[in-house]
């Protein structure tokens, strides 16, 4: 088992910043490629980024088209961690944001096996 826990939400202005953190606990942490979705009210759970990690290094990240340029996802395996950096938030960035864990990255949230219990980003126009 993984747990995952997320911290970093809140409450900020259109353009703003925030940092996502999500830290990791349970199985060795470098088995696993890291995720972060997003799920609006009303609307499915949606692929934001995620980070590959195989044999020592950190792969180019991927991410949903709406926030390429905007927001970065990096990982430090030294704390067990994966971060989420939001930069120049839109009100359509607002959802509850939840870190993801699996053996491969992958776009699709069937493919990861853990899943933290989310924390809530609102941004206000």
């Known amino acids: 088992q993984v747990q995952l826990v997320e911290s970093g939400g809140g409450l900020v202005q259109a353009g703003g910043s925030l940092r996502l953190s999500c830290k990791a606990s349970?199985?060795?942490?470098?088995?696993?490629?890291m995720a972060w979705f997003r799920q609006a009210p009303g609307k499915e759970r949606e692929f934001v980024a995620t980070?590959?990690?195989?044999?020592?290094?950190?792969?180019?990240?991927e991410y949903v088209d709406s926030v390429k340029g905007r927001f970065i996802i990096f990982r430090d395996n030294g704390d067990n961690t994966v971060n989420l950096r939001m930069n120049s938030l839109k009100p359509e960035d607002t959802a509850v944001y939840y870190c993801?864990?699996?053996?491969?990255?992958?776009?699709?949230?069937?493919?990861?096996?853990?899943w933290g219990q989310g924390t809530q980003v609102t941004v206000s126009s």
């Open positions: 993801a864990a699996g053996a491969r990255s992958a776009v699709l949230a069937r493919q990861y096996d853990f």
């Open positions: 349970g199985r060795t942490f470098t088995n696993y490629d």
């Open positions: 980070t590959t990690w195989r044999f020592g290094s950190t792969y180019d990240a």
